[in-house]
């Protein structure tokens, strides 16, 4: 349920183990009366080694969200605030103050695999987590907005060496002649 309207951040990261970790985290302010955090696991086939999403499972999750996920965070008053795509899996995070097995009845009949995770989170912790790594992302970027990439070095020009071996030509004018 990505809105008009709605800043949303992809953060690329790596775990501690060096698999590929990608964060979609919305920006907006926790709304404490959604008290509970639900998140839902959708696992993916995985095929190569970086343990990511092909394209064919990029366009289950958008059938997923487009027709299932938003029209029921809608009816029962849910909202989306990020996903990580992690070593064959989906996970998205929504907050709450409806009973979470409303959105398990809803969303289950989509695909049997689904995973269903629900807490009591009234002070929005595990959102705090993900707005705490993005922030974290922001401060390791560069100047230019280039992540990950240290700053050149100005390096001091090397002295001039003097020639050796065989010294080039020197230019010679055109002849003239005289009439």
Same mark, same amino acid.
């Given at each position: ?20 970790? &990608?964060?979609?985290?919305? *920006? %907006?302010?926790?709304? /404490?009366?959604? =008290?509970?955090? @639900?998140?839902?696991? !959708? ?30 965070? &809608?009816?029962?008053?849910? *909202? %989306?605030?990020?996903? /990580?795509?992690? =070593?064959?899996? @989906?996970?998205?995070? !929504? ?85």
């Amino acid at each position: 349920m990505r809105g008009d309207g709605e800043v949303w951040h992809i953060v690329e990261a790596k775990r501690d183990d060096g698999t590929p970790t &990608t964060f979609q985290i919305r *920006e %907006l302010d926790p709304k /404490k009366h959604l =008290d509970r955090i @639900f998140v839902v696991e !959708m696992p993916y086939p995985t095929t190569d080694s970086s343990r990511l999403p092909d394209a064919a499972s990029y366009r289950k999750l958008q059938r997923f969200e487009e027709q299932w996920l938003d029209p029921a965070l &809608t009816t029962l008053g849910w *909202e %989306l605030v990020g996903s /990580k795509t992690e =070593d064959g899996s @989906f996970f998205l995070y !929504m907050y709450g103050a409806a009973d979470p097995e409303q959105l398990v009845e809803k969303l289950s009949p989509f695909d049997a695999a689904l995973g269903f995770f629900n807490d009591h989170d009234p002070e929005w912790a595990e959102y705090a987590t993900l707005r705490e790594l993005l922030e974290q992302a922001r401060a390791m970027k560069q100047y230019d907005e280039k992540p990950w990439r240290a700053p050149a070095k100005k390096r001091k020009a090397a002295p001039k060496k003097k020639a050796t071996g065989t010294p080039r030509p020197k230019k010679r004018k055109p002849r003239t002649r005289a009439k």
